[in-house]
């Protein structure tokens, strides 16, 4: 079972950037979908941005051109990376592998927090 762990997250200022890892215990290759979530104090969990074992990427609405994911097969490593940050970005980023079969599997790291100050 594969085991994710996020990194990357603090405190920054409005109009400032970070980069989120996620580290997977073993390969990532064979996992259809990578992606970011985040969840907002007194929110629900929501999709952030999502990559495709072939490399296809697809983002919330609220994040297009400002972040960007990306995958490193080799590292087992995705990356978010958050330019242009807004006070509304402010929520916790969740990791997550998804793997589709006879039943979806889905994985989930713990969560780093990122909070962006106005």
């Known amino acids: 079972q594969v085991q994710l762990v996020e990194s990357g997250g603090g405190l920054v200022q409005a109009g400032g950037s970070l980069r989120l890892s996620c580290a997977a215990s073993?390969?990532?290759?064979?996992?259809?979908?990578m992606g970011w979530y985040r969840q907002a104090p007194g929110k629900e969990r929501e999709l952030v941005a999502t990559i495709t074992s072939g490399g296809s990427t697809n983002y919330a609405d609220s994040v297009k051109g400002r972040f960007t994911i990306a995958r490193d097969n080799a590292k087992n490593t995705v990356y978010l990376h958050m330019n242009s940050l807004k006070p509304e970005d402010t929520a916790v980023y969740y990791c997550?592998?998804?793997?589709?079969?006879?039943?979806?599997?889905?994985?989930w790291g713990k969560g780093t927090l990122v909070t962006v100050s106005s």
């Open positions: 073993g390969s990532i290759f064979s996992f259809n979908l």
């Open positions: 997550n592998a998804r793997k589709y079969g006879i039943i979806i599997m889905d994985y």
